[in-house]
């Protein structure tokens, strides 16, 4: 009996020690406050537009190559002209990374000792961001996933012993994926790398950045912008909303062909003269 019960003594303590110790590996005051749901800072104005700072669409300046400019266009004409280009969320297909922290919806970000994740409230596009230290697994594109695989790295930028930033560079990458609702787009080997700076802002703890270079074969050199997130402010618990993309979507895409069902539920054309889909496995009616 004596035994037993030294056993059980010595399994506690081991249990309790390895709690503390777990504790004390991950010291919550040396992380920036990150709590809370964040919207994009500029809000609506925002809405569209991968660089804030610049107006949607050409105007956006993308470095795209000649080639890729070209695709860009053919994508503008046919949205222009009723489709849905080459965007392909419109399916309910996520946006994938660097498209993803446009924050559509809010965004939540929690950090853990050996992984960030980055939650949107927008269909679940989440992200996990691993710090425990790993490298990029050999069979990574094996398994390409829409928003890639994320390693970062938390570092004191300004030596006052307390985490400020959250490098990440992001691999193994799925698509097709473009960089906002315009179709401006990323090469199709995704073969991207997509390198970040998460930083709160040093005069307002409130506002959060997220500098974001991308490299990719279809950019003339890398495209470099910043985007900002303001931490929702009220006394009230924070609600988050479930958004189904394919709950009430409409948009019906057959043989690359881009339809809209209308309210009762019958095919409609998106463009000026579309030809109708190819009815041949159904039984026609003969009048």
Not at 121 to 129: L, P
Request: with cysteine; net charge negative; aromatic share 10%.
């Amino acid at each position: 009996m004596h035994d037993r019960c030294l056993i059980g003594i010595i399994a506690l303590m081991a249990a309790w020690c390895a709690t503390v110790t777990a504790a004390q590996a991950f010291d919550d005051a040396k992380y920036p406050d990150l709590k809370g749901k964040w919207d994009r800072a500029e809000g609506n104005a925002g809405e569209g537009r991968f660089d804030p700072t610049k107006p949607p669409g050409r105007l956006q300046e993308a470095p795209l190559t000649a080639e890729y400019q070209t695709l860009y266009e053919a994508n503008l004409a046919d949205k222009k002209a009723g489709g849905q280009g080459s965007d392909p969320t419109y399916k309910c297909l996520p946006p994938g990374m660097p498209r993803i922290m446009h924050a559509y919806a809010p965004m939540e970000v929690v950090v853990t000792p050996q992984t960030t994740y980055v939650l949107m409230e927008h269909i679940h596009d989440n992200r996990r961001i691993y710090t425990d230290g790993r490298d990029f697994p050999d069979n990574m594109n094996d398994d390409p996933m829409y928003a890639g695989y994320s390693i970062g790295k938390w570092v004191d930028e300004d030596g006052d012993g307390r985490y400020d930033t959250l490098v990440v560079e992001t691999r193994g990458l799925k698509g097709p994926r473009n960089y906002d609702v315009s179709g401006i787009p990323l090469h199709r080997d995704n073969l991207s790398i997509i390198r970040e700076r998460i930083y709160v802002d040093k005069a307002d703890p409130n506002l959060l950045h997220d500098e974001i270079t991308t490299i990719d074969h279809a950019l003339t050199h890398p495209w470099t912008v910043t985007k900002n997130y303001r931490r929702a402010q009220s006394k009230q618990p924070i609600w988050w909303h479930e958004d189904v993309c394919a709950e009430g979507n409409v948009h019906v895409d057959i043989a690359g062909q881009a339809y809209f069902l209308s309210s009762g539920g019958l095919l409609m054309p998106t463009k000026k003269d579309q030809p109708p889909p190819d009815l041949k496995y159904f039984k026609q009616t003969r009048k």
